[in-house]
């Protein structure tokens, strides 16, 4: 079993910034694709940022597209969400996920473990 612990979530005024963090247990972290999930009050959760196993080809919602980066540490088991010009919509519990198969895919379903989440809310 992977377990999965998200960091870095807070307060920030819009424009600001935060760095999200996802360390993962286990030895086959560099096994699994990673992505970043958002749950905002009375939404659903939605697609982030997902990477491949290497760190290549991210891929990211178009609602955050050149605002957010995901980046990986397989040395450190640990994934990263950068987030930038933060606005008000961004706030939501962020959650990250690991595929062991290995697929860069946006539906929730294709992920097989989850962290507890991370509350990030911007103010205004």
């Known amino acids: 079993q992977v377990q999965l612990i998200e960091s870095g979530g807070g307060l920030v005024q819009a424009g600001g910034s935060l760095r999200l963090s996802c360390v993962a247990s286990?030895?086959?972290?560099?096994?699994?694709?990673m992505g970043w999930f958002r749950q905002a009050p009375g939404k659903e959760r939605e697609f982030v940022a997902a990477m491949s196993l290497t760190g290549g080809m991210p891929y990211y919602a178009d609602s955050v597209k050149g605002r957010f980066t995901i980046s990986r540490d397989n040395a450190a088991n640990t994934v990263y969400l950068q987030m930038n010009s933060l606005n008000p919509e961004d706030t939501a519990v962020y959650y990250c996920?690991?595929?062991?198969?290995?697929?860069?895919?946006?539906?929730?379903?294709?992920?097989?473990?989850w962290g507890q989440g991370t509350q990030v809310t911007v103010s205004s």
């Open positions: 996920a690991a595929d062991r198969f290995g697929r860069l895919v946006a539906g929730m379903r294709s992920y097989d473990y």
């Open positions: 286990g030895r086959f972290f560099s096994t699994y694709s």
